[in-house]
């Protein structure tokens, strides 16, 4: 029998996630309980639950500027060791909790240095943070691997550095690069530097684009930097004419990005949002889903959006009407993008993902 396509449910789905913030990811209790213990006073509200609406309402503001203002908070509380490793600890707690078996978490140490940690000391607490949580979630029965992806952000200028970071540690459970922040007037050409030494490295990135700005963009971190994925790219139906028969026609740059099978890590609550999309209804995911094009759910930022990888699907079953196969499709679509080895990522394929689909379809 076909199991109900609920929250309760959804919840024991076998979930992957690639585009997942860890400073937009804290419960939060550990945000209030954080800045007491490190004497930050800035914080707009007090109690645990005050402090979820602030931010859910404040990240409602229609604009990825404003939007990021609200990570000054997040990013403040992630100062120390302590600090650090809490909050990566408990993302693979509540990631695996959620029923998430692979995520890719990304951060920006460059953000984390106010304290006089180094760059690498930065990585080392986080890396160790998930090695806690991923040991507590298996203790409680739930098996997650977490890789880390280093973000450089593209107003500053330490790109390169955080590139040679990234491979620094490729060993030790970081997998890969990126590049966030305010997309208008900061094109990822900016960063081409850092690009190319990671492919001399054979290293993976992806990069943010075609969320708050369009296909020149998507052109950019695909044509010049070589990107393996796109953080978000839902403007790549700028690329996209439908007609009035209902007629689909794909630009060049459009088809190149289904051609190749290059992964949207698409975040539906966070595009609508920031104003990438008007509502939930209008957003493109069921547009490029049936198109074919590698469609992946992700999270974007827990904390902003109030969300969770089950509410993310669940939201896209209420508006689209998908049923168990097409999430279970979503999921692979986002196992086979990871930047784990191939052989890795096959394995979760038809020992996890398959498997627990499986039981849930019936
Ligand atoms: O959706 C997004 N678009 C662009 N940048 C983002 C988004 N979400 C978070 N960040 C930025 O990435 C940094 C590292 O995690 C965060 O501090 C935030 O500034
Ligand atoms: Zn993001």
Known sequence: MTAPLDLD???????????????????????????????YT???????DELATWFREA???????????????????MQTPVGLRRVARECAEDLAADGVVYAEVRFAPEQHLESGL????VVEHVLAGFREGEESARAQGREIRIG????????????????????????????????????????????????EYMRTCNAHFTIHAGEAFGLPSIHEAIAFCGTDRLGHGVRITDDITVGPDGEMTLGLLANYVRDKRIPLELCPSSNVQTGAVANLEEHPFDLLARLRFRVTVNTDNRLMSDTTMSREM????????????????????????AFIPFDQRLALIDEVIKPGYAVLIG
């Not at 990240?59 to 509380?77: C, K, N, R």
């Not at 180094?118 to 000391?121: G, P, T």
């Open 9 to 39: 449910y959804l919840r024991r789905a076998p979930k992957v996630l690639l585009h997942d913030h860890l400073d937009g990811g804290l419960r939060p209790g550990t945000v209030a309980e954080l800045a007491a213990e490190c004497g």
């Open 118 to 121: 180094s760059l690498d000391e």
């Open 42 to 48: 800035e914080l707009p509200a007090e109690t645990a």
């Open 314 to 337: 669940l939201a896209l079953v209420n508006t689209f009407g998908y049923g168990w196969s097409d999430l279970e499709r979503f999921t692979i679509n986002a196992m086979k993008s």
């Open 148 to 195: 880390c992806l280093l973000t450089a952000m593209r107003h500053a200028a330490r790109s390169r550095e955080i590139a040679e970071l990234t491979v620094r540690f490729r060993d030790r459970g970081v997998v890969g690069f990126d590049i966030a922040g305010a997309e208008a007037g900061y094109p990822p050409s900016r960063h081409l530097d850092a690009f």
């Open 59 to 77: 990240a409602d503001s229609g604009s990825l500027e404003l939007y990021l203002e609200t990570f000054a908070h997040t990013v403040a509380v």
